[in-house]
Every structure is written in structure tokens, then in C-alpha cells.
């Protein structure tokens, strides 16, 4: 266990490292100014900077993570494993209903998405994921477009 | 103290007006079907909301979308104690002495105590915030620029270390949080910076879009297929079964007593919140019991200080929030968040300037708690019904939502696309063991962080000892080094006795 949380120390530090030195760089487009009358990218930078400083930190040092919170003992995960088919089927709910909203209007958008994200659970079954995105169309529908009128085509073509 | 008394009945008339009250009682009850709901937190509920509240006037917004989290924490401990699930943190510590209780059939006692402790810190932490959130805001606004930017960088640091998890990690979020704010548009060049010429990014990330993602999609990615069982065997309680004994009421009397006051402590700090209160609380209990083997076996005082503690942490929470402007966690984050975004500034000027929001949302707390009681100890039977929701309908529909919210914030597809993105790289970072609630801290207070840096240095024309000369702000730079001093010095003793 201490070898792999030791891995993900380095991972960790790594990413933070790399979004801080894209910071850094994005800013060199920007002007800097002096402390009296700051430049809009002297902030940013200084952040970039620390978030470098931090990341190297993190995977230098170590955070020495250990599951000692009594909370370890009481986890609503069973595990932490990556589960493809969750993750497909619920990155593809948005993406469907970005998609069809613009093009099919709500009513489709929104029952695709619900349908392909309640595929994503393993013991999920078509007639139940059917009735599911059915149902919460219906009550979308009218919470959102008729009680709180949100301004979204219901029905469209193209 | 009688301007105050006047102050709170004006308070109850604004939170008494038809459409206000309206407003609250749907907050709780969100919050409180929240709660109960295994798997569903509060801060998804929050940002789903809060786009509708766009529309609505401050005060009901406000109402509401704060009945969301102090409802939450009433249906929260009855996920804990009948299903031993800690679905929300501060009831974790709950289930160590509740689902004991439950398995010896007295999970409805359980249950009748948390209700009592509840209202009770609750009261306490609500007359808490009466007398202290205006003295706090009235010496707070002697601040200048540099005060203000030290109170906020002291804010965000004990938010980012003192929550669970690696503080090194909790800082790096808080960071992480500040450079999101910094997207958009340069308030006082006008120039657009980080946006990666993307004119949707020209007013900045939409801070829906953050937290939806962080906290809805990147949540549901991290338990789909992977949840806990439910242990639904104990989940039978009815009102009758709810009235404690006398001698039980004995024995929670005064743990409930400590525990609100453990409570309301924490919620003087910072980042401590109701979480760390109720951990705090049990810890406590524990070591002045007499009989100190009963815990984790069903003692009553392992379920009534911490529930008291977190309620009264809770109310003391809005605190800070709501005198200085400087959130304590990630859910006062959220709310400060609301506020801006219905043009009010938030700050010590707000009780003075705003006297309905504030005392407006003291007057509902009250009236908010009077309705959970009566939701949930008549009607105990209905959670416990709702307890049995599968998750596999929960998150699909919670997902629609997601999209409709963002959406509806500022109709606008790429925000939707946007909380995707968010909602990647928020399950990247829970991969890599990052907590993300200090990034929401750092998001919020980001822009007026910036800001009164900025006027701080342009005042002292470019002279950074003004963070030391004037005292308050040297005081608080003073604490900050202390947190981070002292932080530094429990690693080494931590890994000098590793190493020992």
C-alpha cells in the first residue's frame, strides 16, 4: 500500500506541476506591470509559480497519506476501482444532451440522456432504464419548462 | 442588544412574507430528501438550484438555498443511523453508535435524540450568530485592502488545511481555485486572459458549471457499480417508536449540551466546520465516559453530542460567511457565490446594508428548523421509505438535472460541455487523492482576493511592507504563518516517529 500511495504522490505533484507551469506560460502573453499598478497577468503567474512550488512539494516530500481517519472505517465506496462502463455511460449522458437539445429540442435530449445514463449501472435493465428516462422526462418537463419556464425548444428538427 | 431584538422581528416579518416562507419550506424539504437519499450530496443539490434562483429575489434565494443545507443534516443522520451508510461526512461519526442502536431495535430512540439534539444546537448556534455576526461585521469594517486580503488568505488556508485529507493537497486546490477565478475577463485592464480564445470564457467559468462538476458528475463517475450495499433490514421506525425514555433523556442531556458547545466552537474557526465538530464531539464523550467500552455498541452520548455539535456547527457557520464575506467551507462557498451573483457584495457591510437578507435568513432558520421537526418526527415513516431509493435511479436522474441547471444559468451548451470537462478532471483529481471542496473556496474568493491585493499594493504604491506595518493585517499574516508553521511541525513529529 505504501509503494502505490507513494506512486500517486509523484502522479499528483506531477499534474499540479504541469497545470502551474501552463499557467506560467499562458501569462507570458499577458503584461505583468510593476506591484504598484499590477498587469493582468502578474497575478496568474504568482499563482502558477506557487502551484509549482506546491506540486513539488507534494511529489518531493510526500503528503504521507494513510486511511487513518476513522472515517476509513466507514466508506460508502465499496472500492475505488475505475469502472469503464459507468464512466462511458455517464461522460455520454451530457455529450447526448448537448447534442440532441440543439438539434431533436428537450424532450429528446432529455430522455436519451437519462436512458444512457442509467445503462451505465451494471444490474440496470432496459424496462427499467426505459421507465426511468421516461418518468423523469415527464417530470422535467414540467418542473423546469412549465413551472419555471426555462426557455429551451421542447420539440425541433435540424 | 434592543436594536437587535427590534432588528430579529423584522427579520420574522420578511421570513413570515408568503413567498419567502414558501421558498424556505422548499429548501428543507429539498435538503431533507437530500439528506435521507443515500449517495446524493448537499452541494449538487445546492448548484442544481441554483440557477432557479436567478430569477428570485436575494432574500427568498438565500432562504432557500440555505434551507438546503441545514435540512440536509437532518435527513442525514437518519441514513446514518438506520443504514450505517455515512453518506455526508459530519453523520459519519454517527453511525459508529447509531446503527448499534438500531440493530438492538432502538433505532426510533436514536433517532428522537438526534431530533432533540438537533434542535437544540441548532438554537444555540443560531443565537450564536444573533449576537455575534454583528459585532464581527462591525469591527471588521474598520479593514482596509491589505486587513481584507490577509483575513482572506488566512480564510482560504485554514479552509485548505484544516478540512480531511493532505494539507499540502488542500492548498493546492485552494490555488488551483484562485487561478480558475482568474479566467474571463481582467477587471481592472478589461483584458481577457486564459480564456484560450474562447469568447464563452470571456466572463469567466460559470461557477455552476465548477461545482456540478466537481461535486455531480466526477461523484456519480466515482460510484456508479461501486456503492455499498444496502443494509435495509433495520429501516423500520414509527413515531411511537421515537420517544426516548426518561432515563435515556437522562443520559443525553448533557452530551447534547457539550456537544453544542464543541459545535459552536468549531464553528468559530475557519475550515473546522460541522464535520470536524462531530468527530471532535465523539472524541470528547468517549474519553469523559464512565463507561467508555459502551462506545460502538449503541451509547446513547455517541449519538447525541455529535449530532448537537453538527447542527450547531452548521448554524455557526454562516458566521463568517455572512459578517466578513470569507466562507468557511465549500458549501458557504456556494452561498457566497449566490449572493454575488444576485449583485449584493458580500462583506462586513452586508449585515448593515442588507438588514432583511441577513436578519431575514436568521428569522427562517428558526422557522426552517420548526418545519424539519415537524417533517421529520410525524412523518419518520416516509424517509424511511425513501432510504430504499436504489442509486441506480438516483444519479441518471440527477444527471438530467445537471444539464438542465447549467444550462438554465446562462443558457449556454458550452457551460453544460464545460461541467463534462470539469467533471473529467474532478475524477482525475479524486484518482489522485485531491479533495476538491477548497477549490470552490478559492474559486469564490478568488476575484476580491485579486482585487484587494491589488488596491492593497497601489495604496502602498508598490510597497509590500504595508501587509506588516499595519497591525490587524501583520496579525493576521502572523496567524497564517502560525497555521502553516504549525502544520510543518506535526509532518516532521509525524514522520520522526515513523522513522523512531
Known amino acids: 500500500m505504501a509503494a502505490s500511495s507513494k506512486q500517486t504522490d509523484y502522479l499528483a505533484g506531477a499534474v499540479m506541476v504541469l497545470i502551474g507551469a501552463g499557467a506560467v ?15 493582468p497577468g502578474f497575478f496568474p503567474t504568482v499563482l502558477g509559480v506557487i502551484l509549482i512550488l506546491l506540486g513539488l512539494a507534494i511529489a518531493l516530500v510526500g503528503t504521507g497519506q494513510v486511511d487513518e481517519s476513522p472515517m476509513a472505517v466507514l466508506k460508502h465506496h465499496a472500492s475505488d476501482r475505475f469502472d ?7 461522460i455520454s449522458a451530457p455529450i447526448a444532451f448537448i447534442l440532441l437539445a440543439e438539434h431533436l429540442g428537450f424532450l429528446a435530449a432529455s430522455f436519451s440522456s437519462v436512458l444512457i445514463a442509467a445503462v451505465g449501472d451494471r444490474t440496470a435493465t432496459m424496462k427499467g432504464s426505459l421507465a426511468l428516462a421516461a418518468g423523469m422526462t415527464t417530470f422535467a418537463l414540467i418542473l423546469f419548462v412549465y413551472i419555471l419556464h426555462i426557455e429551451i425548444p421542447i420539440v425541433r428538427f435540424g | ?81 438506520l443504514l450505517n451508510l455515512p453518506c455526508h461526512p459530519p453523520h459519519a ?105 474562447m469568447t464563452d470564457l470571456s466572463d469567466g467559468v460559470e461557477l455552476v458549471s465548477l461545482s456540478l462538476g466537481f461535486f455531480g458528475i466526477a461523484e456519480f463517475i466515482r460510484s456508479v457499480n461501486n456503492t455499498a450495499p444496502l443494509n435495509l433490514a433495520y429501516a423500520k421506525v414509527s413515531m411511537a417508536d421515537m ?109 448593515t446594508q442588507h438588514p432583511d437578507i441577513f436578519w431575514g435568513l436568521i428569522a427562517s432558520f428558526w422557522i426552517g428548523n420548526l418545519i424539519l421537526l415537524v417533517l421529520n418526527v410525524p412523518m419518520i415513516g416516509i424517509w424511511v421509505k425513501l432510504l430504499s431509493v436504489p442509486y441506480k435511479y438516483l444519479y441518471p436522474s440527477a444527471i438530467l438535472f445537471i444539464c438542465v441547471g447549467v444550462f438554465a444559468a446562462r443558457h449556454s451548451m458550452f457551460d453544460v460541455g464545460a461541467t463534462l470537462f470539469f467533471g473529467l478532471a474532478g475524477y482525475a483529481l479524486l484518482k489522485l487523492k485531491f479533495e476538491p471542496a477548497p477549490i470552490l473556496l478559492g474559486f469564490v474568493l478568488g476575484r476580491h482576493f485579486e482585487e484587494s491585493f491589488r488596491r492593497a499594493l497601489l495604496l502602498s504604491r508598490g510597497d509590500v511592507m504595508v501587509f506588516v506595518e499595519r497591525p490587524l493585517s501583520a496579525f493576521f499574516l502572523f496567524l497564517c504563518i502560525l497555521l502553516v508553521g504549525s502544520q510543518i511541525y506535526f509532518y516532521l513529529r509525524r514522520t520522526r516517529a515513523k522513522l523512531a
Open chain 2, 1 to 81: 442588544m434592543e436594536t437587535g431584538f427590534f432588528d430579529l422581528l423584522h427579520g420574522f416579518q420578511i421570513a413570515l412574507e408568503p413567498n419567502n416562507l414558501l421558498w424556505c419550506f422548499v429548501g428543507v424539504l429539498v435538503g431533507n430528501i437530500v439528506g435521507v437519499l443515500p449517495g446524493m450530496g448537499v452541494l449538487s443539490a445546492i448548484s442544481i438550484l441554483l440557477p432557479i434562483t436567478f430569477g428570485m429575489k436575494p432574500v427568498a434565494a438565500v432562504l432557500m438555498l440555505s434551507g438546503i443545507y441545514y435540512g440536509a443534516q437532518y435527513g442525514g443522520a437518519i441514513c446514518s443511523i
Open chain 2, 243 to 351: 420517544r426516548p425514555s426518561k432515563a435515556e433523556m437522562k443520559t443525553a442531556a448533557f452530551p447534547i449540551l457539550r456537544g453544542t458547545i464543541i459545535g459552536s466552537l468549531c464553528a468559530c474557526i475557519p475550515g473546522t466546520g460541522p464535520t470536524i465538530a462531530s468527530f471532535v464531539a465523539y472524541a470528547t464523550e468517549k474519553k469523559i465516559s464512565k463507561h467508555p467500552e459502551k462506545f460502538g455498541h449503541g451509547a446513547i452520548a455517541g449519538v447525541a453530542a455529535p449530532e448537537a455539535s453538527t447542527h450547531s456547527a452548521v448554524q455557526g457557520d454562516f458566521i463568517p460567511t455572512m459578517s466578513l464575506g470569507i466562507p468557511g467551507d465549500a458549501v458557504m462557498a456556494l452561498l457566497l457565490g449566490a449572493l454575488m451573483i444576485q449583485g449584493i457584495a458580500p462583506g462586513p457591510q452586508l449585515i
Open chain 1, 84 to 90: 469503464l462502463r459507468g464512466w462511458a455511460c455517464i
Open chain 1, 25 to 39: 506560460y499562458t501569462c507570458t502573453q499577458y503584461r505583468m506591470g510593476t506591484l504598484t499598478s499590477m498587469g
Open chain 2, 93 to 197: 461519526v454517527t453511525c459508529l453508535d447509531g446503527f448499534p442502536l438500531t440493530k438492538q431495535g432502538r433505532g426510533g430512540v436514536a433517532l428522537g435524540i438526534t431530533m432533540m439534539g438537533s434542535a437544540f444546537g441548532a438554537a444555540f448556534g443560531i443565537l450564536q450568530m444573533i449576537f455575534f455576526a454583528p459585532l464581527v461585521a462591525k469591527a471588521a469594517l474598520q479593514f482596509g485592502p491589505s486587513e481584507i486580503c490577509m483575513l482572506m488568505m488566512l480564510g482560504l488556508l485554514t479552509g485548505s488545511t484544516l478540512s480531511k485529507g493532505s494539507p499540502l493537497k488542500g492548498v493546492a486546490m485552494t490555488v488551483l481555485g484562485l487561478l480558475l477565478s482568474t479566467v474571463g475577463t481582467d477587471l481592472e485592464s478589461g483584458a481577457e486572459r486564459m480564456t484560450f480564445d
